[in-house]
């Protein structure tokens, strides 16, 4: 497999259901973002790692819980989630976080809130 | 603040050339980026524009002007899977993105 894949690319739950959402990414690269993009908005940077460490938490609501357990992987745990949440959720990569206008983007995970 | 002004919508006929303009205010400067998102997909990386001056690859032309915080995406032999939205993304002192709505293009037969 090569660049950034997400799973699952859909999916619907309760504001009451706890799920999460998956990347991985076979680039080599160093850093991981998780980005939200809500219709006709531009995208939200939501997590930064870099080497597995979180960098930036941009305010983001404490329902959304990121867990990073190496360089490849990078997870979006979700719990107790509003209708306002239902987005696409965007992972992304870059070698490091200088280079971190050249992202890698998988194809995304729709949300849907209900 | 920072801000990002490209025209919400253009439209061009499979073929021509269209220039999309934008113009940004960043707190800092480290280069500037072009992304191109079709519709309900991820965006992917088009071009980078660190210095003044104008990049080719391609069909696809790059210009930056640092002085006067403006940038342009050239686009030649327009085809209509170019038709998508058209991302003009700074990168600030903090290597920041500043994303914005970008300008939606249609291509017309």
Known sequence: ETGVTQTPRHLVMGMTNKKSLKCEQHLGHNAMYWYKQSAKKPLELMFVYNFKEQTENNSVPSRFSPECPNSSHLFLHLHTLQPEDSALYLCASSQGTFEAGELFFGEGSRLTVL | ?109
């Open chain 2, 1 to 109: 603040g920072q801000n990002i002004d490209q025209p919400t919508e253009m439209t061009a006929t499979e073929g021509a050339i269209v220039q999309i303009n934008c113009t940004y205010q960043t707190s800092g400067f480290n280069g500037l980026f072009w992304y191109q998102q079709h519709a309900g997909e991820a965006p992917t990386f088009l071009s980078y524009n660190v210095l003044d001056g104008l990049e080719e690859k391609g069909r696809f032309s790059s210009f930056l002007s640092r002085s006067k915080g403006y940038s342009y995406l050239l686009l030649k032999e327009l085809q209509m899977k170019d038709s998508a939205s058209y991302l003009c993304v700074p990168l600030d002192s903090n290597y920041q993105l500043i994303w914005g709505a970008g300008t939606k293009l249609i291509i017309k037969p």
